[in-house]
């Protein structure tokens, strides 16, 4: 993203509008400096009791230090003084799933650690913790002249970056990134102490991790216990350590209270987490594109893949453990792509912008020259989208078509070995040819070579028939003419004859690769193949996209800048970008159409009631007795989970929900299906997150883990 030095004058209209009324209702994810008096006072109106400093401070523990990074993309929350976590089944699902078998199924029958020594370590897992965040714009600015190209500036600010994460962690076994807020115009510091000694400590059965599955995923009413609990380990000195039998469980500077009294409609809700990445100011033609031509295309493929590994995952066990975890990453996207098309129907989103673009147009026009560069932006958009009207399905198959295939997979790989056998020294030569072996390996475990064969033909066919003939390398064309698809010539020459899945032939040939003998791995048809494809990418289609995005993201800053100073009254949030942010909003049914009125909560009775009425609704016997017995005795059906207006989106699985009080009532895990356009378009009115009823994260710990020892580590509060 190009990064400019950021003015006075902009500083000034940014600390005005800190200051000024805030965006449409409950829309928002805000980073804690932007918790000004006005947006607290909003906060205060509907019902939050805490101080600013309660939230984040760097000064004394504060509920920020609670919250985790967790992974590589979602959020947990630390609920003991013992460095229990708590975060979602999904989140946690590749550390299930590895530890998984078919003697130990426990994505099938989940997994409850009876005492500390039966926690499972989890090579590769780690969670951060926010030390501080702050403006180092002017910082990284200072001394660059103003008359020094985007590219200077950006090389220059870069350097400067390096340098000031160098200093900011010199003498600390912190971590830092620096990351750009409101399109580039302010560079923030962002220092993480980070953990490596995870432990699974919980999960529960799959016929409540994932209840509903694909059927129910992205929409409501949901009855999903989607939490696991893992636990953070630290050396004798409370500090990070990578994994020892000798480490201890982490002692927290915070550590978040629970309310077991429940929820009402209207009860004030927030949200605090690391949301992934959104895209609120984009122009009405990026909702369209999205909308009408690359969604169509990538749901289409995805739903063909998806029917050859459904099948062949109910075909058979082994499958079931192997395809888990990679089936539930692309129903994921896929549904979510489908309702972010409905959501932006319903919202009607692109003629909302276009409305707000003919009166930013006005706006300027009347400015004269002093707005021709905000009107010269928003014409610079129009044309630049055309031109990514025509790259960006070429770009987003290159992983939708190619890389997702797990033979292509391995061939990049084995390309990497041969890289680095030109290079090193004999010693990483072994060390790189053992590594090849375990990566190759692993990726064997998750495979079935029929279902392979089967995925690898329908996203060749995809590339064949979705990408114009003038964006398909020439090689591939001319393999297509000598051995069609449809009669699976293709297939046959270039995926069988591959041998990918032989490893007598993939050792022999990874050996001479180790050593920088390429002449057997040029023969290979795969290879080829996938060579072919991949430089057409590297060499001819991302140089291009790079350069339209580059401009793109130019033009979109002086935009950004004009909505800005159009809208004065209006106080703007940064887009997400996997930093710490902060929603509020209140528990709220919806009405998704006409006649349609959801309402807030749901039970363990609709559990019940939707308990085998299809493949996804399955459950075992003797946990189906258990919701039985709870739904009669009189205690009542427990609450399952719970819908708020909290501005979400990915990252913010496992986000904690906290009540005024700051105490934890859920765990969200999902949005509504018709409020997946929120990462375009915030509409308050169909705009829900979805959450797990912490009651129910409780009952089930309880009464089927019966692990009460993890329930009495916490803090409940009535």
């Known amino acids: 993203m190009k990064k400019n030095p950021i003015s006075i004058l902009l500083i000034l209209l940014l600390l005005n509008q800190a200051t000024s009324l805030i965006s449409k209702a409950d829309e928002g994810m805000w980073p804690p400096s932007l918790i000004n008096s006005v947006l607290f006072q909003k906060m205060k109106e509907k019902g939050f009791l805490l101080t600013p400093e309660a939230l984040y401070s760097t000064s004394q523990a504060s509920i920020k230090d609670a919250i985790v990074l967790f992974g590589r993309g979602c959020t947990g929350e630390i609920i003991s003084n013992q460095g229990l976590v708590l975060t979602n089944h999904h989140c946690g699902f590749g550390q299930i799933q590895n530890h998984s078998s078919v003697e130990h199924d426990y994505l099938r029958d989940g997994f409850w650690a009876k005492n500390k020594e039966a926690e499972l370590s989890n090579p590769g897992l780690s969670v951060s913790i926010l030390v501080r965040m702050e403006d180092v714009t002017q910082a990284l600015t200072e001394g660059i002249p103003a008359a020094f190209s985007d590219k200077e500036k950006e090389v220059r600010m870069a350097a400067n970056a390096k340098d000031y994460i160098a200093k900011a962690t010199t003498g600390t076994h912190y971590q830092a990134q620096i990351k750009p807020f409101f399109g580039g115009i302010q560079q ?60 201890v469980p982490y002692t927290p500077k915070k550590y978040l209270p629970i309310s077991t009294s429940g929820i009402k409609e ?96 006005t706006y300027f026009a009347g400015l004269g020259a002093e707005g021709k560069p905000y009107l010269d932006a928003l014409e610079n958009l129009r044309l630049e989208y055309r031109e990514m009207s025509r790259l960006s399905l070429p770009a987003q198959y290159q992983s939708e078509a190619i890389n997702s295939n797990n033979i292509f997979t391995i061939i990049s790989l084995t390309q990497t070995l041969l890289s680095k056998s030109k290079e090193s020294s004999a010693e990483i030569k072994a060390k790189a040819l053992s590594d090849y072996k375990a990566s190759v390996r692993s990726i064997w ?18 590339y064949q028939n979705d990408i114009p003939k003038d964006m398909q390398p020439f090689y591939f064309q001319e393999l297509l003419m000598n051995t069609p698809l449809k009669n699976d010539e293709f297939t046959k020459a270039i995926f069988e004859k591959g041998n990918w899945f032989d490893s007598t032939k993939v050792w022999a040939l990874a050996e001479k690769a180790s050593k920088g003998d390429s002449v057997q791995l040029r023969r290979n048809p795969t290879y080829k193949l996938w060579k072919t494809l991949n430089d057409h990418f590297v060499n001819i289609i991302f140089p291009q996209f790079q350069r339209a995005n580059s401009t793109l993201e130019q033009h979109q800053k002086i935009f950004f800048k004009g909505l800005m100073e159009m809208e004065k009254e209006k106080q703007f949030y940064p887009d997400a970008n996997q930093t710490f942010r902060i929603a509020f909003g ?10 349609v ?99 129910y994260v409780l009952w089930v710990i309880e009464n089927v883990g019966e692990s009460k020892h993890l329930v009495q580590e916490m803090e409940l509060r009535n």
């Open 445 to 462: 475990k998750e495979s079935d070579p029929a279902v392979e064969k089967a995925l690898f033909t329908v996203c060749m066919e995809a």
């Open 266 to 361: 209207g009860d004030f809700t927030m949200l605090l987490g690391y949301p992934g990445r959104t895209s609120e100011y984009l122009p009405s033609y990026a909702l369209d594109l999205v909308s009408k031509k690359t969604n169509p295309k990538k749901i289409a493929l995805r739903t063909k893949r998806l029917e050859i590994i459904n099948a062949a995952m109910k075909a058979s066990q082994e499958n079931r453990i192997r395809y888990a975890d990679i089936q539930a990453d692309i129903a994921n996207a896929w549904k979510k792509w489908q309702g972010e098309t409905l959501g932006m129907a319903k919202a009607d989103a692109i003629n909302q912008k276009e409305k707000n673009e003919e009166k930013y147009r």
């Open 188 to 247: 923030w510091i962002l220092i993480y102490e980070t953990f490596t000694d995870i432990r699974l400590v919980g999960a529960p059965p799959g016929s409540i991790g994932k209840f509903g599955g694909d059927t129910d995923n992205w929409v409501w009413p949901r009855h999903t216990g989607d939490f696991s609990l893992f636990r953070i380990y630290a050396g004798k000195d409370n500090k990070p350590a990578a994994y020892s039998k000798d480490n």
């Open 586 to 595: 209140k528990v709220e049914g919806y009405n998704p159409k006409d006649g």
């Open 597 to 695: 009125q959801y309402g807030f909560s749901t039970a363990s009775d609709g559990i019940m009631e939707k308990a085998g009425t299809a493949d996804d609704f399955m459950m075992d016997p003797a946990l189906a007795s258990k919701f039985k017995k709870q739904n009669s005795s009189a205690a009542g059906p427990v609450p399952v989970a719970f819908i708020a207006s909290n501005h979400s989106t990915g990252g913010n699985s496992g986000s904690p929900v906290l009540n005024a009080k700051g105490e934890l009532i859920g765990l969200n895990f999902d949005r509504v299906w018709e409020g997946t356009m929120s990462d375009y378009f915030f509409d308050s009115r169909i705009c829900r997150n979805v959450s797990c009823d912490i009651r």
